[in-house]
């Protein structure tokens, strides 16, 4: 940033120096002038001195009123106006005393704030002001013929105008670069403040984003791991409470309602470290699934028919994971709200896709049941791979839950 900001302030500082310069310059020449004519002149011609002062007074007037609107904005008319008007009162001085030439020389520096087609009249005329008042008009000299007088006389002027005009054009060129150049690093330093302020506010915005992804990762897995584990439990510790006075049939509830939360402890942790499930840390989906349908049996009393169609493929984790937590969220809510005699469960693979149905026949998904956090866990994870998932129940005739997500092999993220 500090190299842009002294790049720009190297061209703002040129600017200002040209502009101060042009600014300058006649006061610079007309007011040593008038100083040295006062000086030169005797002391008691006093008409001398108040021609002096007051020709410089009205040269002074005039060129400051080339400051204020409307002389200074820039208009052909009052330009042209002002420069003819200053052109005169330099000619005047000069023949009142021919030190006022510098004062005249100023008027070129002055022909280069009028508009460019006025630019070479004003340094014209101001040559031919300064070697009319040094030379005279061709015709008048008696010391040389009219044509070569008037020779010289075309010649110079125009060489001046030339030459003159010339190096004053390109000088003017290379101010109206840089002020171009000025703009134009204004605007980028503008554009990349702008694109430093959007970056901060994109960073902002991914902590954000990344925070409120964190959230809603642990919320899906605290759900899918220790709500469902607990569920578990609390359907093991209702069996045992229903014969708890026979030890001997309710002691394996209470087991397995502690090795229920040994397993959600663990796969808590595991959520916490962004870990796989145990069940696919030890084997592939189809092997998982298997191991989840035979310790739900266990838990709820009905064996989900496991089917696996199609050629089996080693899917990425990041698949894997998701259709494991959907079929474990699927089952679940059966559990817990459908009452169901049959669940099946099938894992189709094909070429481009892999399907998960899970299907049940109980009393179907019921108003309140619709838009739970689990459903909607299990559709935030689905979109997250680019799947989608399709919902079918009817009041009393079962639902079917089915997720379709790309069939990405392992090694291919």
Same mark, same amino acid.
């Not at 459908?338 to 894992?347: F, M, N, P, Q």
């Not at 009817?394 to 993220?413: F, K, L, N, Q, Y």
């Given at each position: 940033?500090s190299?842009?900001?002294?790049?720009?302030?190297? $061209?703002?500082?040129?600017?200002?120096?040209?502009?101060?310069?042009?600014?300058?310059?006649?006061?610079?020449?007309?007011?040593?002038?008038?100083?040295? $004519?006062?000086?030169?002149?005797?002391?008691?011609?006093?008409?001398?001195?108040?021609?002096?002062?007051?020709?410089?007074?009205?040269?002074s007037?005039?060129?400051?009123?080339?400051?204020?609107?409307?002389? !200074?904005?820039?208009?052909?008319?009052?330009?042209?106006i002002?420069?003819?008007?200053?052109?005169?009162?330099?000619?005047? %001085?000069?023949?009142?005393?021919?030190?006022?030439?510098?004062? /005249?020389?100023?008027?070129?520096?002055?022909?280069?704030?009028?508009?460019? !087609?006025?630019?070479?009249?004003?340094? #014209?005329? /101001?040559?031919?002001?300064?070697?009319?008042?040094?030379?005279?008009?061709?015709?008048?000299?008696?010391e040389?013929p009219?044509?070569?007088?008037l020779?010289?006389?075309?010649?110079?002027?125009?060489?001046?105008?030339?030459?003159?005009?010339?190096?004053?054009?390109?000088?003017?060129?290379?101010?109206?670069?840089?002020?171009?150049?000025?703009?134009?690093?204004?605007?980028?330093?503008?554009?990349?403040?702008?694109?430093?302020? %959007?970056?901060?506010?994109?960073?902002t915005?991914?902590?954000?984003?990344?925070?409120?992804?964190?959230?809603?990762?642990?919320?899906?897995?605290?759900?899918?791991?220790?709500?469902?584990?607990?569920?578990?439990?609390?359907? &093991?510790?209702?069996?045992?409470?229903?014969?708890?006075?026979?030890?001997?049939?309710?002691r394996?509830?209470?087991?397995?309602?502690?090795?229920?939360?040994?397993?959600?402890?663990? +796969?808590? !942790? !595991?959520?916490? &470290? #962004?870990?796989?499930?145990?069940?696919?840390?030890?084997?592939?989906?189809?092997?998982?699934?298997?191991?989840?349908?035979?310790?739900?049996?266990?838990?709820?009393?009905?064996?989900?028919?496991?089917?696996?169609?199609?050629?089996?493929?080693?899917?990425?984790?990041?698949? +894997?994971?998701?259709?494991?937590?959907?079929?474990q969220?699927?089952?679940?809510?059966?559990?817990?709200?459908?009452?169901?005699?049959?669940?099946?469960?099938?894992?189709?693979?094909?070429?481009?896709?892999?399907?998960?149905?899970?299907?049940?026949?109980?009393?179907?998904?019921?108003?309140?049941?619709?838009?739970g956090?689990?459903?909607?866990?299990?559709?935030?994870?689905?979109?997250?791979?680019?799947?989608?998932?399709?919902?079918?129940s009817?009041?009393?005739?079962? /639902?079917?839950?089915?997720? /379709?997500?790309?069939?990405?092999?392992?090694?291919?993220?």
């Open positions: 940033m190299r842009r900001s002294t790049g720009a302030d190297a $061209v703002r500082e040129w600017d200002r120096w040209w502009d101060g310069f042009v600014a300058v310059v006649p006061w610079v020449l007309l007011l040593p002038s008038a100083a040295l $004519v006062l000086l030169s002149q005797p002391v008691s011609d006093w008409t001398g001195h108040a021609v002096t002062i007051g020709l410089t007074a009205l040269a007037a005039w060129v400051l009123l080339g400051y204020v609107p409307p002389w !200074r904005d820039g208009r052909p008319l009052f330009s042209g002002h420069f003819a008007v200053l052109l005169v009162l330099a000619s005047a %001085l000069m023949a009142h005393d021919g030190l006022f030439l510098m004062f /005249t020389i100023s008027l070129f520096f002055r022909a280069m704030a009028l508009p460019r !087609r006025l630019t070479f009249v004003g340094i #014209a005329a /101001t040559s031919i002001a300064l070697y009319t008042t040094t030379m005279g008009i061709p015709g008048t000299s008696t040389l009219f044509l070569e007088h020779f010289i006389y075309v010649g110079v002027v125009t060489i001046q105008t030339v030459a003159i005009g010339g190096g004053l054009v390109v000088a003017s060129k290379t101010a109206e670069q840089h002020r171009e150049r000025r703009v134009m690093v204004a605007r980028l330093e503008a554009a990349l403040e702008e694109n430093a302020g %959007l970056h901060a506010q994109l960073l915005q991914a902590r954000e984003a990344g925070v409120l992804d964190e959230r809603q990762r642990m919320a899906r897995e605290i759900h899918d791991t220790l709500a469902q584990g607990l569920t578990g439990i609390v359907t &093991q510790i209702q069996a045992a409470q229903r014969v708890w006075e026979t030890p001997g049939a309710a394996p509830h209470v087991d397995r309602s502690l090795d229920l939360a040994r397993e959600s402890l663990t +796969e808590a !942790r !595991r959520s916490v &470290q #962004a870990l796989r499930p145990r069940q696919l840390a030890e084997s592939q989906l189809p092997e998982a699934l298997n191991e989840l349908t035979r310790r739900w049996a266990e838990e709820h009393g009905v064996r989900p028919d496991l089917d696996v169609t199609g050629e089996r493929v080693a899917l990425s984790p990041a698949i +894997e994971v998701v259709l494991f937590r959907v079929a969220e699927a089952l679940t809510n059966v559990a817990r709200h459908a009452d169901a005699s049959r669940v099946g469960v099938t894992l189709s693979y094909s070429d481009d896709v892999v399907m998960l149905d899970v299907r049940d026949d109980g009393r179907g998904i019921t108003g309140h049941n619709q838009h956090f689990g459903l909607s866990s299990m559709r935030q994870r689905v979109r997250g791979i680019g799947g989608t998932v399709e919902i079918e009817d009041a009393g005739e079962g /639902t079917a839950v089915s997720a /379709t997500v790309p069939a990405i092999p392992v090694g291919a993220e």
